[in-house]
């Protein structure tokens, strides 16, 4: 279990970062509850972990930054924005070196957690985290005396704040994210989903023979597919646990096949199986495709990848695959 716990939350860490880049709110939110109750399960943090565990809590609170009635500590007092330079302060610590980009995200949460306190016009909360978080350190001076400055005028919407907004920390966010993803592609279930796509063995062959169309009324069918489709997975990647007596939640057993598989539902097996079968081949992007991006482009905007693909006509494309070729044009 402890095992499987840690599988889930290195994957629940990937689909945080990104939905977070591709902004899909809803499943951020999807994800977040997911993380956070692997994360709650946990008596202490193990040490190859903690990195995870804190990014998912720093991208937890900045989703939630501009929303001061949320509360992350047990002391009500705490912004989300200053709960989530806490979690930055413990990242920064992880990092083998530190990098202006590092600095730049701790600067904009400092300043974005006493601007957004002004923007609801809570300007003595906002000169109290002022305090808090501005050290009495040359370095700091500079910095803390404007900010002071600024929350004497009350007037939110000054350069300064403007120069340094939420949006600017937001995207400087998702730099840092894009980074920790290149860096941390090789996690088990990321590989296992490979491995099932690339190969031509047990798993493939018996998903292709097996008709696994489901009966949305017939639950006990359901479940019974789901452990199927989980079996063949355990027993492909690991085959030291094939003679284990499994006692496991349907729920949890069709969120290890969603991650496994990449579906969302056993319907969409037959509609994905020669997508599986491709997917991890570089194709060609056609004509027509990047005449498809672009148009959706128009239509959702830059950054909406996974609207844009649903709606879109593409040849066995994800959202990130989407991201990469309007880079690249």
Not at 134 to 153: G, N, Q, W, Y
Not at 159 to 170: G, H, T, V
Not at 218 to 240: A, G, M, Y
Not at 288 to 301: N, P, Q, T, V
Request: hydrophobic share 40%; glycine share 4%; aromatic share 10%.
């Amino acid at each position: 279990e402890a095992v499987a716990a840690d599988w889930m939350l290195d994957f629940a860490c990937y689909c945080l970062c990104r939905h977070f880049v591709e902004e899909c709110a809803a499943e951020f939110r999807r994800w977040r509850g997911v993380a956070q109750a692997l994360i709650n399960g946990l008596s202490e943090i193990p040490t190859y972990q903690k990195k995870t565990v804190y990014l998912c809590q720093l991208l937890i609170r900045i989703a939630d930054g501009k929303k001061l009635e949320c509360d992350f500590e047990n002391y009500q007092r705490i912004s989300p924005l200053e709960s989530a330079l806490s979690f930055w302060t413990l990242l920064e610590r992880e990092e083998i070196k530190l990098e202006k980009l590092h600095e730049d995200i701790r600067c904009l949460i400092q300043i974005q957690t006493v601007a957004v306190h002004m923007e609801n016009g809570y300007f003595k909360e906002a000169a109290e985290v002022l305090e808090r978080l501005f050290t009495d350190s040359e370095s700091d001076k500079p910095l803390r005396m404007k900010l002071a400055t600024i929350i004497k005028s009350k007037d939110p919407y000054v350069p300064l704040l403007e120069n340094f907004s939420y949006n600017l920390l937001i995207s400087k966010i998702k730099s840092y994210v894009e980074l920790f993803m290149k860096e941390n592609e090789t996690n088990f279930l990321i590989q296992a989903a490979i491995k099932q796509v690339e190969s031509k063995g047990l798993g493939a062959t018996a998903l292709q023979n097996k008709d696994v169309n489901v009966d949305e009324n017939d639950k006990s069918n359901l479940e019974t597919k789901q452990r199927f489709v989980f079996s063949i997975v355990l027993s492909k990647h690991v085959p030291q646990m094939q003679n284990c007596c499994l006692n496991i939640d349907s729920l949890l057993v069709w969120m290890y096949i969603n991650c496994l598989l990449g579906l969302n539902n056993l319907q969409n097996v037959e509609k994905h199986r020669d997508g599986l079968a491709s997917g991890r081949r570089r194709q060609r992007w056609t004509y027509k495709e990047d005449l498809e991006l672009k148009s959706g482009i128009r239509e959702f905007g830059v950054g909406n990848w996974a609207k844009i693909l649903i709606h879109g006509d593409f040849n066995n494309r994800t959202s990130v695959m989407l991201k990469d070729r309007w880079r690249t044009l």
